[in-house]
């Protein structure tokens, strides 16, 4: 093979790349992708089964999924305030920090104020709040067993935050508070036993946990480098490339295995939800925009936005829910939340 023709491969490849990027910018709306998720949050607040005295529930589908996507969204359009949904949610999040009562959401709530609490400081030191928030999450960190490391999750068997494998999914997401919090933080002396019970908990090898747990913790080493060692991280990252469809994207099968669900919605091909999140990870791991796999991915996904509604079409992996019905949405929050995060970090 001449050299010629390798160097006219690579230019080939890059300008592939460099196109992909340009169509990002031209080719999706997040100012309907904004409205959608802000039109969701709207029905949220209102539905009295997400109620609750402090505010309303941060659910992983829909609150969760909206206080990450939306200040990107936000900073995106040019908007100088935060809306009044992410203002409640935080609230949700702020009241009793520290202090979580006890209840089958005690340990969600304190992983989910320590992340987006840092995510509150970022550039500044911790605040007086985000500390607290912290020193209870070590507090409830189980300490015998085999979740050894991890926190009580919400377990309901429902795919894909709730099910059995997903105390590991809340596991990598108080690690991704730690390493948001940042380095001073995350290796500081004074939590050096919970860091290691917590990196211990999530480099243990399972043949049972999915993909997709996996993907969380890829996420997590992006903001904490010192969580996965370099050849696991690259060896994740191959796998993933290798589970990717022909046309670019990710089925819900491929971030499995996932329990059976008879009544569940048939998705064929590639879904939003997973292609959304794997390729946001895999932005937020260092892979780059101009990565002709990756580009492959951003097309499908900037080729699947609902133009009229600003959404990523996605169903339950679970159940049938009536249409129109609140618990209809939750897979479409979610893949609309981390497509526009896709999306966003591929144009920076």
């Known amino acids: ?26 080719e999706w709306s997040p100012e309907r992708a904004a409205r959608y998720l802000d039109g969701r949050l709207e029905q949220w607040f209102a539905w009295k089964t997400a109620a609750s005295p402090e505010g309303p529930c941060v659910s992983c589908h829909t609150g969760m999924t909206y206080l990450l996507a939306r200040p990107a969204l936000r900073r995106r359009l040019g908007e100088s305030q935060p809306t009044r949904y992410e203002q409640g949610l935080l609230a949700r999040l702020r009241a009793n920090v520290g202090e979580k009562p006890e209840s089958y959401l005690q340990g969600v709530e304190s992983i989910f104020a320590t992340l987006f609490l840092s995510m509150q400081d970022a550039g500044r030191p911790m605040s007086a709040e985000t500390r607290k928030a912290f020193d209870q999450l070590w507090t409830l960190q189980l300490r015998e067993g085999p979740s050894t490391g991890s926190w009580d999750w919400l377990i309901v068997n429902l795919d894909p935050w709730e099910h059995s494998q997903s105390t590991f999914f809340g596991a990598a997401l108080a690690a991704l508070a730690v390493g948001t919090a940042g380095p001073s933080y995350a290796n500081s002396p004074a939590i050096s036993e919970p860091v290691a019970r917590l990196t211990a908990y999530l480099r243990a090898p399972s043949a049972r946990r999915p993909l997709h747990e996996r993907v969380a913790l890829l996420w997590a080493a992006s903001a904490w480098r010192e969580l996965l060692p370099v050849g696991e991280r690259e060896s994740l990252i191959a796998e993933l490339f290798t589970r990717r469809q022909p046309d670019g994207g990710w089925t819900n099968g491929s971030l499995g ?22 390729t946001y990870v895999l932005l937020r791991a260092g892979i780059p925009a101009s990565d002709a796999r990756l580009a492959r991915a951003l097309t499908w996904l900037i080729d699947h936005q609902d133009r009229e509604a600003g959404s990523w079409s996605a169903v339950s992996m679970n159940k ?16 609309t939340a981390f497509a526009s995060l896709a999306l966003i970090e591929a144009g920076r």
């Open 1 to 26: 093979m001449s050299r010629r023709f390798i160097c006219f491969v690579a230019i080939a490849a890059a300008v592939f790349g460099l196109s992909a990027i340009s169509a990002i910018a031209a």
């Open 257 to 278: 295995p996932w329990s059976e669900h008879p009544d569940a919605p048939t998705v064929d091909g590639s879904a939003s939800y997973p292609t959304a999140f794997v």
């Open 320 to 335: 049938r829910y009536p249409a129109g019905s609140m618990e209809s949405f939750f897979m479409q929050d979610a893949a």
